[in-house]
């Protein structure tokens, strides 16, 4: 399994977003500039120019037509997909960490972090069909709890909001009225900050990853801890095949470690594990820092990694991929 090695940011990677045909790949990093790649061989198609600061996450809709990006410079901006040009702009008052389109692309979920005296906050708003209808304002803003919220995704039919962030709590939320539904508890939670969170295929669960060294499967509408995936080092970023009962972990190591690791091979590796059985089954190495971003394809042939290195590397599977038994 070749990986192919697409470099064009400047900057460590933050973020990979497939789009649903998993023709397209997004990838967002420190560097400003948000990348779209052809998924199959690595090609750059191109960059979207407009912010100024790093690019935590991005989305983009069913269609492939319009992308949605958030960032450090306080803003999060739609994009349309294929001409690059900018759409419009929600402005915050502090740095846009996560976004997360809405099935049916009708509305977005979009995180701040806290900055100076505001707490973290989640945004809902609308996104008009017609740009020229789209307007800044929130139809919905919950004030978030202590800490950076690391990621929000939107729960099965639209109903709940799921969040997740540095206090290691994960919580559900109401996308109508802003009420908080469910919250892990502590024992069966996360110890340290949750740094990931990625949604199974159909949506009825979902995968968080930690500091603490770990990956965590959870059901999305009970929140119930399903299975956990035990890992050296902190992680950093998850993702789940949508054809293999497959978990991939991606992270960094302790900073007390670095001295001691090979400095030319590429240590930092992928770790595949069995959903089921929770063992590890299978590691993919080569980045030369920790892994900041995974996203499977959704035919699940393929999946890339992205890097502090700067790097991302898209990794087609061999016909043995798909025969692994334990």
Avoid at 162 to 184: F, H, M, Q, Y
Wanted: charged letters at 25%.
């Amino acid at each position: 399994m070749r990986p192919i090695l697409m470099k064009g940011h400047e900057r460590p990677l933050t973020f990979l977003k497939y789009n649903r045909d998993g023709d397209l790949l997004f990838s967002c990093a420190k560097d400003h500039n948000p990348t779209v790649w052809f998924a199959d061989n690595g090609e750059r198609l191109g960059t979207y120019r407009g912010h100024n600061g790093a690019v935590w996450s991005c989305d983009v809709s069913r269609d492939s037509m319009r992308l949605i990006t958030g960032s450090a410079d306080q803003k999060a901006m739609l994009w349309h997909v294929q001409t690059g040009q900018q759409l419009f702009t929600f402005n915050f008052d502090s740095p846009a960490r996560s976004v997360d389109f809405a099935v049916g692309d009708k509305l977005a979920v979009i995180t701040t972090d806290p900055f100076m005296e505001l707490s973290s906050a989640i945004h809902v708003k609308r996104i008009a069909t017609d740009t020229s209808d789209q307007t800044g304002e929130s139809i919905l803003v919950i004030k978030g709890p202590q800490g950076r919220i690391n990621r929000a995704i939107w729960g099965p039919l639209n109903k709940t909001i799921i969040s997740a962030g540095e206090d290691a709590v994960i919580r559900i939320w109401d996308s109508e009225t802003g009420k908080l539904l469910k919250e892990v508890d502590k024992e069966s939670g996360h110890k340290k900050t949750i740094t990931s969170l990625a949604k199974s295929a159909d949506g009825s669960h979902f995968l968080t990853g930690s500091l603490d060294k770990s990956a965590k499967l959870w059901d999305a509408r009970s929140l119930s801890l399903i299975k956990t995936y035990v890992t050296e080092r902190p992680v950093n970023a998850v993702a789940m095949s949508p054809l293999l009962d497959h978990v991939v972990i991606g992270g960094g190591q302790d900073a007390s470690a670095v001295t001691t690791t090979d400095h030319r091979a590429g240590k930092f590796e992928a770790k595949f594990f069995d959903r089921i059985l929770q063992e590890e089954i299978g590691g993919v190495k080569g980045h030369f820092g920790p892994i900041n971003a995974l996203a499977f394809n959704p035919d699940g042939k393929s999946f890339s990694s992205g890097g502090e290195d700067g790097y991302v590397r898209l990794h087609h599977f061999d016909r043995d991929y798909f025969n692994i038994k334990i």
